[in-house]
């Protein structure tokens, strides 16, 4: 069992940053593919980044590509968004993930195959 608890969401202008946190308990955190999805009100989840055990392989949706990064602290059970160039369209519930096995990225790209779930963080970004 795998249990995932998020934290730096909050309120922010367009144009400015935050991190998000993700801090995981059990002992073969280093061993999972961690991700990121968000949902904003009335439309679906959608898949942000992704990043393998290793913290190589990030992978990214083509609308945060370029502004936000995934990273992880295998010693300190913790990964990483840092968001940064923030819009008003990136206002959601972000939530963290994981996964035991790194598949294809298509596969990734979609909720179903994530196992374990965080309760999610608010990010709201005003214009």
Known sequence: Q??????GGGL???GGS????????????????????RQAPGKEREFVAAINWSGGNPYYADSVKGRFTISRDNAKNTVYLQMN????????????ATKRIWERIATMSTPSPWDYWGQGTQVTVSS
């Open 2 to 7: 795998v249990q995932l608890v998020e934290s």
């Open 12 to 14: 922010v202008q367009a």
């Open 18 to 37: 935050l991190r998000l946190s993700c801090a995981a308990s059990g002992r073969t955190f280093s061993t999972y593919v961690m991700g990121w999805f």
């Open 85 to 96: 160039s923030l819009k008003p369209e990136d206002t959601a519930l972000y939530y963290c």
